[in-house]
């Protein structure tokens, strides 16, 4: 089960705060899908995110992945260090990894995002075919 200390977007990001500001991350189960991230795109602070709009992607090989708001809002805030070492967004998804922060512009779209529970029943993100991943995992490298 993901963390209780936090809530989850259907788009598989996690967001852990308050009205006040929050702080947003890939879920475990979206970041152990990326076998290795080549490249992360995340927007600048001052950026004013719309929620279910496309706020940066994740590039892994063979796949890219648009990341969508949660909620909508202003960042505050980029994880630098992931300029440096993108893979923290696999290795410590809820932790050294976390994406942005910002401050949400409608705090009531937090009550739109799933707990923990209900997040953990979500389907899994997929994002390659299962004979893709099954050869790729049989061979030891990525999809």
């Known amino acids: 089960m993901p ?3 936090r809530l989850y977007s259907p788009d598989h990001l996690w967001v852990q705060g308050d009205a006040a500001g929050i702080t947003v991350g890939l879920t475990e189960s979206l970041a152990a899908q990326l076998t290795f991230v080549t490249y992360l ?5 001052g950026a004013a995110l719309s929620q ?5 992607l ?3 090989p063979k796949v890219t992945i648009d990341l ?6 202003v960042v ?3 994880n630098a260090v992931l300029h440096g ?6 290795q410590d998804p809820y932790g050294q990894g976390w994406l ?3 401050q949400p512009a409608a705090p009531d779209q937090l009550q739109e995002l799933l707990d923990a529970g209900s997040y953990s029943r979500q389907p899994r993100p997929k994002l390659f075919p299962d004979s893709l991943r099954d050869s790729a995992s049989k061979q030891g490298g990525a999809p």
């Open 76 to 78: 505050t805030s980029v």
């Open 68 to 73: 969508v708001a949660p909620v909508s809002g």
């Open 41 to 45: 795109r995340l927007p600048r602070p």
């Open 3 to 5: 963390p209780t200390d």
């Open 58 to 60: 994740v590039e892994a």
């Open 85 to 90: 070492d993108p893979q923290l967004v696999r």
């Open 52 to 56: 279910g709009e496309a706020m940066g």
């Open 100 to 102: 942005i922060t910002l």
